[in-house]
C-alpha cells in the first residue's frame, strides 16, 4: 500500500522557520514528482510546491517563493520543505502526495494518496 505522511509542523512566531517532511512508503517509482499543497479553514487546497525525483526540477507559488524551499532525499524516500519567514497567512494543514507533472511554472494535479496534514499555525 502506497502511503504518504507528513510531520514536522506546529505554532510558531511570525519571521520563524519549520521543517516539514513527507515519508513515501510502499512507492517504487524511480521516476515521480511529489507536491506539497495546504489547506486553511475554509479555503481550497492549494498547491504550493512539487519536486521531481532527481531534483532537477522544482516548483513554487508565488505565495512562498523566496522563502520556501523544497528537497528529495530518495535514501530516505522523504522530501522535506523548509520554510523561513513564517507568515501568519501561512497558517494551514500541510499534505504531499504524488503531482502528475512538476514543471518550473506549473504544478500538475495530484494523485489521490492523501496522508493525514500536518498542522502548520503562525502566530503574529
Known amino acids: 500500500e502506497v502511503q504518504f505522511v507528513e510531520s514536522g509542523g506546529g505554532l510558531v512566531q511570525a519571521g520563524e522557520s519549520l ?3 513527507c515519508v513515501a512508503s ?4 524511480d521516476h ?3 507536491g506539497w499543497y495546504r489547506q486553511a479553514p475554509g479555503q481550497e487546497r ?3 510546491s ?8 522544482t516548483y ?3 505565495s512562498v517563493r523566496g522563502r520556501f524551499s523544497i ?3 530518495k535514501a530516505q524516500t522523504t522530501v522535506h520543505l523548509q520554510m523561513n519567514s513564517l507568515k501568519p497567512e501561512d497558517t494551514a494543514t500541510y499534505y504531499c502526495t504524488p503531482v502528475r507533472l512538476c514543471l518550473e511554472h506549473s504544478m500538475g494535479a495530484p ?3 492523501w496522508g493525514p496534514g500536518t498542522q502548520v499555525t503562525v502566530s503574529s
Open 19 to 21: 521543517r516539514l517532511s
Open 26 to 29: 510502499g512507492f517504487t517509482s
Open 32 to 34: 515521480y514528482a511529489i
Open 46 to 48: 492549494e498547491g504550493i
Open 50 to 57: 512539487c519536486v521531481f525525483s532527481d531534483d532537477s526540477v
Open 60 to 62: 513554487y507559488a508565488d
Open 71 to 73: 528537497s528529495n532525499d
Open 111 to 113: 494523485y489521490n494518496y
